[in-house]
């Protein structure tokens, strides 16, 4: 998966093209995206196809960001599971950047979590690193 970006925008009409405008003129492609508001600020979770293109836009147009990695956890699907699980990301010193949920089944929820530092998220939440499918068959 690619580098998330969690972008802070004004709450405006028109900010949202704005940003999507400044991206295409790069030729940079929204692989995904998932926005928020509240107040006069805004929120937008972007993912693309150019995570140093995309830098440099958002740079160059002047929006605060931050960025992560994202990893896919599994969990109880039950009331206080995802507060658990973010509970021990904050003890651990790792920032949740964004979250959604992608999947549910067998009273389990798949969670697609954009963390601050992905090798501490691994170890606090007993993640293996990712083998790739080339290495395995060495």
């Known amino acids: 998966m690619a580098q998330p970006f969690v972008v802070q925008l004004p709450n405006r009409p028109g900010e949202l093209?704005?940003?999507a405008k400044g991206l295409c003129a790069r030729g940079i492609n929204l692989a995904q995206i998932?926005?928020?508001?509240?107040g006069d600020m805004a929120c937008?979770?972007?993912?693309?196809?150019?995570?140093k293109a995309t830098a440099e836009v958002l740079h160059s147009m002047g929006y605060s960001f931050v960025t992560g990695s994202t990893l896919i956890v599994e969990i109880?699907?039950?009331?206080?599971?995802?507060?658990?699980?973010?509970t021990q990301?904050?003890?651990?010193?790792?920032?949740?950047?964004?979250c959604c949920i992608i999947g549910r089944r067998d009273g389990c929820a798949?969670?697609?979590?954009?963390?601050?530092?992905?090798?501490?998220?691994?170890?606090?939440l007993g993640i293996?690193?990712?083998?790739?499918?080339?290495?395995?068959r060495r």
């Not at 904050?90 to 964004?98: C, K, N, Q, S």
């Open 44 to 51: 937008a979770l972007i993912y693309t196809d150019d995570d």
């Open 76 to 86: 109880e699907d039950s009331p206080c599971a995802f507060g658990d699980l973010t």
């Open 34 to 38: 998932q926005g928020s508001s509240a």
């Open 17 to 19: 093209a704005h940003l």
């Open 89 to 98: 990301l904050e003890h651990g010193g790792v920032a949740l950047t964004g």
């Open 110 to 124: 798949e969670w697609s979590i954009s963390v601050d530092d992905e090798p501490r998220a691994r170890q606090i």
């Open 128 to 136: 293996p690193e990712v083998v790739s499918l080339v290495a395995s």
